[in-house]
């Protein structure tokens, strides 16, 4: 190898090793209500090697905040925005990363039971599932071991 293409490629070398030091990773890691469904506090995390700056907040594709602060690696803050009821795409941009989550605000606090309930019998109905096909396995298992024994005989 030539001196110029050594050069070359750990000038390279040195420029990916580079790229991979300063990463930043925005993440929104948990979302609150206030005193209405409405009323969100989103914590938005910082999880990669660099600070990241100039917070921007979109609902549905329109920015509904903005803020020129800085958040440094492995630090989190927590911005309030107002959601109308329904579902909605949450999108935030710091610096260069992104971020986004789904959210179903609902109207009253009647609404937020009847969605837990629901939740809950989609659990019980997807554990019943769980339950069955773990049992149809284990059959299928005992009919398998029989099925050697009687073919060793």
């Known amino acids: 190898m030539s001196a110029s293409r050594v050069k070359l490629f750990v000038a390279l070398l040195f420029f990916v090793a580079l790229s991979e030091l300063v990463i ?29 700056e100039n917070l921007k907040i979109f609902v549905d594709g329109k920015l509904v905040k903005e803020s020129a602060g800085r ?8 911005a ?5 009821p329904g579902k909605h795409e949450v999108k ?3 610096g260069n990363e992104s971020d986004s989550i789904t959210l179903n ?20 109905r997807q554990q019943a ?5 773990s049992l149809l396995l284990i059959l299928v ?8 024994k009687r073919r060793k005989k």
């Not at 979302?31 to 914590?43: H, I």
């Not at 605000?105 to 019980?124: D, F, H």
């Not at 599932?129 to 096909?133: G, K, M, R, W």
């Open 24 to 52: 930043a990773e925005v993440k929104i890691m948990h979302v609150t209500y206030g005193k209405t469904p409405s009323d969100v506090y989103l914590t938005i995390a910082n999880l990669g090697d660099s600070p990241v």
């Open 129 to 133: 599932f769980i339950y069955a096909l």
């Open 92 to 94: 935030i941009i710091f």
């Open 105 to 124: 605000i609902a109207r009253s606090k009647e609404e937020i039971e009847k969605m837990i309930e629901a939740g809950k019998e989609e659990g019980e």
């Open 141 to 148: 298992f005992i009919g398998s071991l029989k099925l050697i």
């Open 71 to 78: 958040l440094e690696p492995m630090n989190a803050i927590k």
């Open 80 to 84: 309030y925005v107002f959601i109308p």
